[in-house]
């Protein structure tokens, strides 16, 4: 098997691994992150699959990159679609099929909020150590920044901001459970710190492995 084929195995495994990690946040019920948040709350109340609505809310990231990068846009990154679609039929099994049971203690939830975003931090590092296809809100949140002179972090900050407030917006009006919580705060403080470690752990597993296409 060639160097090109394993990396993306790697990458739909890593996509497959970050669809676990994401299913248990949402098991748990302590709320979850900010974009996960919105998706949960929209899927309350038009009554759909969270990961259904996952995959519909990062599709439109994909369309939003492509009108925002038009030429600029590396069609590898179409890879996207796929890959959300994957993403989403991860945590629709592992929720609805596999996670039939319910939570009724606070501090057990808190417990498997943390590892599961400990898992989620690990297949995400993957996917960034790889660089070869991006999670389809980091693209846009990207795609903007060509069109806009706001960095990065300031766009992909402001999107959690925006995504906080129709989850606030939408659970006030329609009286649909609360996908923020403790877990949303936890995440903040947590996830940035984890993933900085895993990809320094994997950097030089991947490289050793010639998986790696820069230094």
């Not at 996960?36 to 109340?45: G, P, R, Y």
């Not at 990231?61 to 492509?66: F, L, R, T």
């Not at 679609?81 to 993403?87: D, G, K, N, Q």
């Not at 806009?148 to 999107?159: D, E, G, L, S």
């Amino acid at each position: 098997m060639n160097v090109k084929s394993k990396r993306y195995i790697l990458i739909v495994l890593a996509f497959m691994i970050v669809g676990t990690g994401c299913a248990f946040t949402l098991k748990s019920g302590i709320g979850v992150g900010a974009w996960d948040a919105m998706a949960k709350s929209v899927s309350d109340l038009i009554g759909i699959e969270v990961g259904t609505m996952g995959m519909i809310f990062n599709c439109t990231c994909v369309v939003g990159q492509i009108i925002i990068l038009r030429k600029k846009f590396r069609w590898i990154q179409l890879l996207q679609i796929p890959l959300s679609v994957l993403l989403g039929m991860v945590i629709n099994f592992v929720f609805y099929e596999l996670l039939i049971f319910e939570f009724q203690s606070f501090a057990g939830g808190i417990i498997m909020y943390i590892i599961a975003s400990t898992v989620c931090a690990f297949g995400v590092s993957i996917v960034m150590l790889l660089d070869e296809v991006t999670f389809a809100l980091e693209g846009f949140c990207m795609a903007l920044t060509d069109i806009i002179p706001v960095k990065f972090h300031v766009v992909r900050q402001a999107a959690d901001v925006i995504s906080v407030l129709i989850v606030v917006i939408l659970t006030l009006i329609f009286n649909i459970s609360w996908s923020i919580g403790i877990g949303t705060i936890l995440g903040m403080l947590t996830f940035g710190p984890t993933l900085g470690i895993f990809m320094k752990i994997f950097k030089p597993i991947l490289k050793k492995q010639g998986l790696l296409t820069y230094e």
